[in-house]
């Protein structure tokens, strides 16, 4: 059985070995090996993941089942300023993928987003992403096409999708 538990600064380095084995899967084909190299190191050394839970207010999730961590996902309530969770991370291990780990995460997120009064959930998810028609199948609706500049001239080109929470 699948369950979702919250992560802390201990699994940080669990959760960069499922950014190391994911990342080159989901973004191989769409960025350069240097553009996804960079992208790791920024988003997954240590101090950025200590950053984004002391001092952005992100929560983290594990997705176990047994022992065996399957996913994560972080997620921030009241994204900026507004009645809404934003889902930052997302990632399944790629031999776990189609069997229900993300919806499950979603769900969770979503549950925890109604409890602290949120009228809807965001992600942000890559233009060329193959887990947009996931995002799209769980409910999700593109509202705007962002491009966002991360450093040493790359670009993140994303989709921003939101689900209304009911």
Not at 45 to 59: A, C, F, Q, T
Not at 81 to 95: A, E, F, G, S
Request: hydrophobic content about 40%.
């Amino acid at each position: 059985m699948i369950k979702i538990i919250p992560a802390t600064i201990d699994d940080f380095k669990t959760i960069q070995e499922i950014a190391h084995q994911t990342w080159p899967i989901a973004y191989g084909e769409i960025l350069s090996k240097a553009q996804l190299d960079y992208m790791l190191d920024a988003f997954y050394n240590e101090e950025s993941l200590k950053d984004s839970i002391v001092n952005k207010g992100h929560y983290f999730v594990l997705a176990k089942e047994g022992e065996e961590v399957l996913g994560f996902a972080s997620y921030e309530h009241f994204y900026n300023q507004k009645n809404q969770t934003k889902i930052h991370k997302i990632y399944i291990l790629p031999q776990t993928q189609g069997k229900g780990i993300g919806k499950k995460l979603i769900d969770f997120v979503e549950k925890v987003a109604k409890e602290n009064a949120s009228a809807e959930v965001s992600l942000n998810v890559n233009r060329f992403n193959k887990a947009l028609h996931f995002y799209q199948k769980m409910g999700f609706q593109i509202t705007e096409e962002v491009n966002i500049e991360i450093g040493k001239g790359y670009l993140m080109e994303d989709y921003v999708m939101e689900k209304p929470i009911k």
